[in-house]
């Protein structure tokens, strides 16, 4: 056989296990590719059909059209909830990411025993929103529970914390920021990677601790910061267990606790107004990829690349 014979049979032979492992890629791939289509992509289409619907549960949803987006313009405790939400938002996600970077940046100086303060950091995030840990923040909220036994070691009286219209959306916030420890350890991988020879050229015309983290740290930072803000800020548009067990599925007191996805909930699954729940939803969407695309459109100002 030629030497040109011999190339096209190898060549054929590649092609032939190339095709081999493309079907195997695709056969390992399946499973995903349908659990996308039959728990996301379905779901999703069928919701937004159903928002343009008067669907009950049990009756079979009739076409109404744009009649669920215009009862909104109308539902005053729709416009609270949403209102309690950004509230809990833009409190509690700048807090968070603030003291999630303060113990990046002081973990990072190279404290003994990193690896179990990151460890006990980071283990917040994870219980962060199971129902244990909310139905915990109840009971330390609570008229009895281990706040008000802390203040009276002071002399200073407490109150139900939870059952306080005043309060009751701040014990929701703080829960949210003591879950900082994602953040952290995205920080802290963060700033292990700015290059030391920054630092050391600071150092060497005098930079003092405050005009290094400014002007070297903050900068070669942002990338990380705006990523976990723009993660932070999605995830606490979504919350929903901390204010269902806090408030025991009704966002009380006096609807102070009222998440946008807790009323969702109220109109879908107690309503059985599941059409007006998909029509919430899909404007829960909305928003989040509007402040999503500011976020991204203002990135451009703020966020340094090194490039």
Known sequence: M???????????????????????????????????LVITIGPMLASLYLSFTDYNLIQVPEWIGLE?????????????????????????????????????VLLNRGLRGLALYRSVFYLPSLLG???????????????????????????????????????????????????FGAPMVIFLAGLRQIPQMYYEAAATEGAGR?????????????????????????HAFQSFTQAFVVSGGTGGPSDSTLFYTLYLYQRGFQNFDMGYASAMAWVLLLIIGVFTAINFYASKWWVFYDD
């Not at 040109?4 to 995903?32: D, I, M």
């Not at 309690?84 to 968070?96: E, K």
Request: without cysteine; proline residues 3%.
């Open 2 to 36: 030629s030497a040109l014979g011999e190339l096209k049979q190898l060549k054929g032979q590649g092609a032939a296990a190339g095709k081999r492992e493309t079907r195997t890629a695709y056969l390992f791939l399946a499973p995903w590719f349908v659990g996308l």
């Open 210 to 234: 405050a005009r290094i983290f400014r002007s070297i740290t903050l900068p070669l930072l942002t990338p990380i910061i705006f990523f976990n803000f723009v993660l932070q800020l999605i």
């Open 68 to 104: 669920n987006f215009q009862r909104m313009l109308g539902d005053t405790r729709l416009h609270h909830s949403l209102e309690v939400t950004l509230v809990y938002v833009f409190v509690s996600v700048p807090l968070q990411l603030g003291i999630a970077l303060g113990l990046a």
């Open 129 to 179: 929103s199971s129902v244990a840990i909310a139905v915990l923040w109840r009971q330390v909220f609570g008229s009895e529970g281990l706040v008000n036994m802390f203040l009276g070691f002071f002399g200073v009286a407490g109150k139900g914390w939870v059952s306080d219209p005043s309060t009751a959306l701040g014990t929701l916030i703080t829960l949210n920021v003591w879950t």
